[in-house]
């Protein structure tokens, strides 16, 4: 919105044109001037003040005060805003601003915020929203890691509190749950179907990590400046600074969930089997051979060398868990199919972090 635009609506509004003017342009400079010791004051810029100067009337202009200095922009304070014809006043309390505002006499009725409403922008701040997202992600490796359900519900509610609140606070949508619940099916095709992280596994988290930032969005965040209509006497204007710092709030708070999640999934593949309480999600009654990873096979130089082994699947496979291999446990993923405790199993693929079997 340009200059003109803001100086047409002030003075459509009764407003001094110079000081709309100034509150975007900080290049203007605003003068009180009278044109006689009696005359009314008037508001100008400095160049429509040099012009009355160097006009017929010039002996009688008077410089009354600087409003505001140059290379700021104007910003009114209180009192300023009523001496300058902004304001009609500094209320002091609600029947006070009713009698300004020709309401004198109606009921006040005030609203003050629910318990879901306090609930709701407590989960929806930034720090909260990054936690829940780390939980999520926490909670979701530990259950496909571990199945118990456990695991399961924390993450549905760690995502239900988030999208919840963001609801509440007008920003969440139909088309950000389905985003991220079509991100999750890439991810099961992914997990179940095509063991590792390619193509599918990168559309499933960007899918997933869109349809959080969208949940965060205001819904005119899209909108044209002035309301979408045009630019109208009646719409709104958004500078491009607060644009990108309601961006900023979206996507800073999803990105550091997502960091934490995956420091928080670092952390437990490295200590989860000396963790108090975790522990004992990890199966250890077999005291014939501890379970090992394949970067820790014994005996082996590279873990592409237990690539064609055959064994047995020591604990159900969905899709992780365990199997023996002449003799030793080895931590496993089933090649997409769910298997039982017991099943021969084969290994396809093998590197530093994961080994991939299917049935024999």
């Not at 300058?84 to 006040?108: H, M, V």
């Not at 990590?209 to 969005?217: D, F, K, T």
């Amino acid at each position: 919105m340009t200059v003109s635009k803001f100086e047409s609506i002030a003075q459509k509004k009764g407003h001094s044109a110079a000081i709309a003017a100034a509150m975007v342009d900080p290049e203007l400079e605003v003068l009180a001037v009278r044109r006689g010791s009696e005359g009314p004051v008037e508001l100008v810029n400095r160049q429509e003040y040099e012009q009355l100067v160097a006009g017929p009337e010039g002996r009688r202009v008077q410089l009354v005060e600087v409003v505001n200095d140059q290379k700021k922009l104007l910003v009114l304070t209180s009192e300023q805003a009523v001496k300058w014809g902004f304001a009609k006043g500094t209320p002091a309390d609600l029947p006070q601003l009713a009698k300004l505002a020709g309401l004198e006499g109606r009921q006040i009725v005030e609203v003050k915020p629910t318990l879901s409403d306090l609930l709701a922008r407590f989960f929806s701040s930034g720090v909260v929203v990054s936690l829940l997202i780390g939980a999520a992600i926490l909670a979701l490796y530990m259950e496909l890691q571990h199945p118990s359900g456990v695991a399961a519900g924390c993450f549905l509610l760690a995502l239900g509190l988030f999208f919840w609140a963001n609801y509440m606070a007008g920003t969440a949508n139909a088309l950000s749950i389905l985003m991220v619940l079509l991100g999750a099916v890439f991810l099961a095709v992914e997990i179940f179907f095509f063991p590792g992280f390619g193509v599918t596994g990168i559309i499933g988290v960007v899918l997933v990590g869109l349809g959080l930032i969208i949940a965060r969005i205001p819904p005119d965040f899209f909108s044209l400046p002035g309301g979408g209509g045009g630019g109208g006497e009646g719409g709104g204007y958004e500078s491009p600074e607060f644009r990108w710092e309601t961006l900023g709030r979206a996507v800073i708070p999803v990105l550091a969930g997502f960091g934490l999640g995956v420091l928080g999934v670092a952390v437990l593949m490295r200590f989860f089997p000396q963790l108090p309480f975790l522990n004992r999600l990890v199966l250890t009654s077999d005291l014939s051979g501890a379970v090992v990873t394949a970067a820790g096979a014994a005996g082996l130089e590279r873990p592409e060398q237990l690539v064609g082994r055959v064994g047995a699947a020591h604990t159900n496979l969905r899709p992780g868990g365990s199997a023996r291999f002449d003799g030793k446990l080895l931590d496993v993923i089933s090649d997409g199919e769910w298997l039982e405790a017991g099943a021969r199993v084969k290994i396809v693929s093998a590197d530093s972090n994961r080994i991939i079997v299917r049935r024999a």
